[in-house]
């Protein structure tokens, strides 16, 4: 497969584009592997990508039930950041960043990782303060963090409302440089590549319908193409993982499937080189490169694996939008959809080894997968390769609940809606 | 979507809050059966259809109401006060007269 290059760009140019490669294989399944992974999204893709590529482990499947990337990896709103309080959430997040900065040249695919930095608007001296506390503490773990004044926000996003007659006043904010967003497509499509090229087969249209067991044992699983046997078994079915695990019988779990919506305006001019986050309620918004406004709010509030969100949240995602951008009132809507967030207690994921033997567990991405991507792969190829998490998932268990180890960052408890 | 409350009729999900998985069981105050407090807080059933799941009408009559939704279509097949029976509703509505 060819390399993607200034030079081959240039001989494919000159030669009609007629000679491109698909960027995998479209290969039937075999009848057993060394690893099966469930999950044709970013996190399966990634985690075979690393299986392959640190471990030396390329007998793998990645099973995806429709087409590839049609899932949360193209669900998403591309925000990547690693503003996190808690030291465990830091540092895996701050390892993803790192390898974000440098995936497109690992993968030899442009992923169009732009560190456009990402803002969290503070309202309240008691939110400031805590903004302070966290950049602090994120800077103590070595991570980019800076509090700006408003004469700050004015300048690098003049758009927003920063008079003392905006709804909510903005008083400061914190800002990391280092965050920025990436082509949600590309990252699929280059992993998928990186994976394919490396010799993991990536079987498209192959649904999961059944677990195969040898006592309590997953030995493999059945699909609508045929039974595929493995020694191990990985999930990574984000939003779908309570659906998955019912078919391995276990029915509770410490998560709910919701559904986020996002949303994309008309293409505009530039108004905004940063993804802001409203303090006041749950809003954020970026400008992709062609221009599109993108931004969300919060959950529809109850549990749903409908791919499609309910009027209610437009409301509010639109009114909190023009609390902060009074301009964009007359900004059309282009699109919307919704991604399903598996919401688990604490609002931190899980990256294990079991529940069951024999199967390994990647889930609980809450609204934040997409930035994990990178290091979500990473850990969970490292746990599914030895058996064992990697230091950085090592916190990331599914028994945290349960022995009172639970990863809060907001510090809200037990809920999986406020996260 | 509308949601039926059984003492005010249907009215707008806006003018519901969540609280979710209606099959979890609290265990008694003095229990010490820590797998059961466990289940309790963090367990969730997480069907893709019919879901049993608790509502209040919190922007009404408040009343806490049962509903079993379908997750995948938003398809309510049947509402209830949720500790049974039309106690709650009855008390109500001898409270407003008095």
């Known amino acids: 497969m060819a390399e993607y290059s200034a030079f081959s760009l240039l001989k494919n140019a000159l030669s ?4 491109w490669k698909p960027a995998w294989r479209k290969p039937d399944p075999k009848a057993s592997y060394d690893v099966i992974v469930i999950g044709g999204g970013g996190h399966g893709l990634s985690t075979a990508y690393y299986l392959a590529k640190e471990h030396g482990i390329t007998n793998v499947a990645v099973l995806e039930k429709g087409w590839l990337g049609s899932g949360n990896v193209g669900r998403n709103t591309t925000a990547v950041r690693s503003n996190y309080l808690l030291p465990s959430n830091t540092r895996f997040y701050e390892h993803s960043m790192k390898l974000w900065e440098n995936l497109s040249h690992d993968l030899n695919y442009n992923v169009m990782f732009s560190q456009r930095g990402c803002l969290n608007l503070a309202h309240t001296p008691a939110q400031f303060d805590d903004y302070a506390r966290r950049g602090n503490a994120m800077r103590h773990l070595g991570v980019d963090a800076e509090l700006m004044t408003v004469d700050q926000i004015k300048r690098l996003v003049p758009a927003l409302d920063v008079s003392g007659s905006a709804r909510f006043p903005v008083i400061g904010g914190l800002m990391q440089r280092r965050a920025g967003s990436a082509r949600h497509d590309a990252v699929a499509w280059g992993y998928a ?3 394919d090229r490396r010799g993991v087969d990536i079987i498209e249209n192959c649904e999961v319908t059944g677990f195969l067991r040898d006592g309590d044992r997953i030995t493999g699983v059945s699909t609508t193409r045929g039974e595929i046997r493995a020694r191990k078994v990985a999930l990574a079915v984000a939003g779908s993982t309570g659906r998955v695990m019912q078919l391995a019988g276990i029915d509770k779990m410490p998560i709910e499937s919701h559904v986020l919506q996002a949303f ?3 293409s505009l001019k530039p ?8 303090g006041m309620g749950h809003f954020y918004i970026s400008q992709s490169d062609k221009g599109g406004l993108v931004y969300g709010g919060d959950l529809d509030g109850y549990n749903s694996y409908a791919q499609r969100g309910s009027l209610p949240i437009v409301d509010e995602v639109m009114s909190e939008m023009l609390a902060l951008f009074p301009g964009l009132a007359r900004v059309r809507m282009l699109r919307s ?7 688990t207690m604490d609002g931190s994921p899980i990256i294990t080894t079991g529940p069951l033997p024999g199967m390994y567990l990647n889930c609980g991405w809450c609204y934040g997968g997409f930035k994990a991507t990178p290091a979500s792969g990473f850990c969970f190829a490292w746990t599914i390769a030895k058996g064992e998490p990697h230091e950085l998932n090592a916190p990331f268990t599914l028994d945290r609940f349960y022995r009172g180890l639970f990863i809060d960052d907001k510090g809200q408890g037990a809920t999986p809606r406020l996260h | 979507m509308l949601i039926t409350c059984p003492y005010c009729g249907p009215r707008d999900v806006i003018e519901f809050a969540y609280q979710g998985d209606g ?3 609290r265990p008694q105050p003095a229990s010490q059966d820590l797998d059961a407090w466990n289940a309790y807080v963090y367990d969730r059933l997480n069907p893709a259809g019919d879901h049993n799941e608790i509502w209040q009408h919190a922007g009404g009559c408040r009343a806490h109401i049962r509903v079993v939704r379908n997750t995948l279509t938003h398809e309510i097949s049947s509402t209830a006060f949720a500790h049974g029976g039309h106690r709650s509703a009855t008390r109500h509505k001898t409270e407003a007269k008095s």
């Open chain 2, 23 to 25: 099959n979890r069981e």
């Open chain 1, 271 to 278: 108004i905004i080189d940063t993804i802001l986050t409203f």
């Open chain 1, 16 to 19: 009609g584009n007629k000679d």
């Open chain 1, 337 to 343: 959809w919704g991604g399903l967030c598996d919401m």
């Open chain 1, 264 to 266: 994309v305006s008309e």
């Open chain 1, 193 to 195: 590549r990186g994976a």
